[in-house]
């Protein structure tokens, strides 16, 4: 009787520890635009600036319109802000000819804005495009990062096919005509919803909203803004070189992390998503039945996920509000 009752509060420790967190009543999402170094920012901010900030960094071919459904799931618990980038979504698109896109450009951009918006201290969100952006805004900011949250971002080469590997190095190296037209292409109506959103839903294009591409599309709808991602298509081989630095950084500094993967992504494979561990070995690792987009498909189980993992940290006196808020 003694071994039994052992057993049933055994099995009940782990029930409780793989149940959901409790949900939260959303709060407000405010839409708001703030100038930095000159140019109207756009962002999303909802949740109470006493509570720990989560800074959301989104991917191609987005803006802040992908957490659309997340930030809702995550503001009854923390302060949750998400800027577009230069050339995304409802922020200011400078001129790509004038000077040119790249990576460094968007980080320098956002490292600007967390001054102008008072952020002393947040944890990271990173998705797609956001882990270049990220990783070097955490080599800006150094003292800042709280926490890492990683969703299909990369920053291994074990994340990366050949295929993939060779079209990055080729989109750097080779201005020809045809590797334009290519990656032009990308910047489409077709390369947005059928390479990009439909590609790797398994059969159920019905979890992607239309509201994703239609959103994306109007801000590529000109030539200068198609040009602004093809000349980021054309830096992306500057990520991959960087990636001993970002690893190096991963190693130094250890910041918790939880790693979320959308097993099925075809562009960042999911053994990018278990090579953190090699830098981050006490890591949360999950993959998730879904796609690139994972929080289009999965949004209140990424949510779920998180608040898990930042409430562990505040339990552990590892996450706190932002002293300056």
């Known amino acids: 009787m003694r071994l039994f009752l052992l057993l049933l509060t055994l099995l009940a420790s782990a029930s409780a520890a793989a149940a959901p967190p409790p949900a939260a009543w959303p709060s407000k999402t405010f839409y708001r635009s703030i100038d930095v170094d000159g140019h ?28 659309r459904e997340l930030i809702p799931l995550l503001s009854g618990h923390y302060h949750v802000i998400a800027p577009d980038y230069l050339g995304s979504g409802l922020t200011d698109h400078p001129d790509p000819t004038d000077e040119n896109y790249t990576f460094q450009r968007l980080a320098r951009h956002i490292a600007a804005f967390t001054d102008a918006v008072g952020l002393q201290r947040y944890s990271l969100y990173m998705q797609d495009f956001g882990a270049p952006v990220g990783f070097r805004l955490m080599q800006l900011q150094p003292e800042r990062l709280q926490a890492l949250v990683v969703q299909n971002a990369n920053a291994y080469l074990d994340g990366l096919t050949p295929a993939r590997l060779r079209f990055f190095e080729q989109a750097h190296r080779d201005a020809s005509p045809g590797t334009l037209l290519q990656l032009h292409g990308l910047t489409s109506a077709e ?71 959308g097993k099925h992504d075809p562009a960042f494979i999911a053994a990018g998503a278990l ?12 993959l998730i039945d879904a796609g690139h987009f994972a929080v289009e498909e ?28």
Do not use: M
């Not at 109470?48 to 987005?62: D, N």
């Not at 999965?298 to 898990?308: D, E, K, W």
């Open 275 to 286: 090579a953190y561990r090699r830098d981050l070995p006490d890591a949360d690792i999950s």
């Open 298 to 325: 999965h949004a209140v189980l990424i949510a779920q996920q998180i608040v898990t993992f930042l409430g562990r940290l505040e339990q552990q006196g590892q996450l706190a509000p932002d002293s300056t808020q």
């Open 40 to 67: 109207r920012t756009f962002y999303r901010e909802a949740g109470e600036r006493s509570r720990p900030t989560l800074l959301l960094l989104h991917g191609y071919p987005s803006s802040s319109h992908t957490y």
């Open 191 to 261: 390369g947005v919803i059928n390479l990009q959103y439909l590609r790797d839903v398994n059969g159920h294009p019905e979890k992607i909203s239309p509201d994703a591409w239609q959103h994306d599309l109007r801000g590529l709808a000109s030539q200068a803004q198609q040009l602004a991602q093809v000349q980021l298509f054309q830096d992306y081989w500057t990520n991959i070189e960087a990636y001993p630095e970002w690893q190096a950084f991963l190693r130094t500094h250890q910041p918790p992390a939880l790693v979320l993967w």
